[in-house]
């Protein structure tokens, strides 16, 4: 790898400016509780990863360079894709668990329901059709 292969401080700037402004427009979800706290460390550490690539990304070229990655641009991408895949992978897992415990309290809610109902019918028989009437 050449010097002219480098990124350019201008790029490399406006980079880290648009990390930077991610990590805190994260940092003010977590504070004004947009973000679960289990997911708040996530997406903090996601946050200073990326400020972290940004400050030093000649070096993980020069060390993709070395492990014989020929185009690094498109090894960012595969672990772009793969965080963003993962990603979605726990989301899906979350919506899974929170249907199904919906469902589990929905079924919960019609029994005590019916059971109510019934206890109402036998106390209004009771009273009705019971043994001091008439």
């Known amino acids: 790898m050449n010097q ?3 990124m350019d401080p201008r790029v490399r ?3 880290f400016l648009i990390s930077f402004v991610l990590l805190v427009f994260i940092l003010r979800m977590v504070k004004n509780r947009k973000i679960w706290e289990r997911y708040a460390i996530l997406w903090v550490g996601l946050g200073f990863v ?14 993709l ?5 020929d185009y690094q641009p498109a090894f960012y991408l595969l672990i772009a894709v793969v965080s ?5 992978l726990q989301c ?3 919506i899974t668990t ?15 329901k019916e059971r109510v109902l019934e206890m109402e019918k036998k ?5 009705i059709g019971g043994p001091g009437s008439g």
């Open 4 to 6: 002219m292969d480098h």
């Open 13 to 15: 700037i406006a980079v």
């Open 50 to 63: 990326v400020v972290a690539f940004s400050l030093f990304v000649n070096t993980f070229d020069i060390l």
């Open 65 to 69: 360079d070395k492990l014989g990655v």
């Open 84 to 88: 963003i895949l993962l990603i979605l």
């Open 92 to 94: 899906t897992v979350e």
């Open 98 to 112: 929170l249907v199904r415990q919906n469902r589990d309290a929905v079924q919960e809610l019609a029994i005590l």
């Open 123 to 127: 106390m209004l028989e009771g009273r």
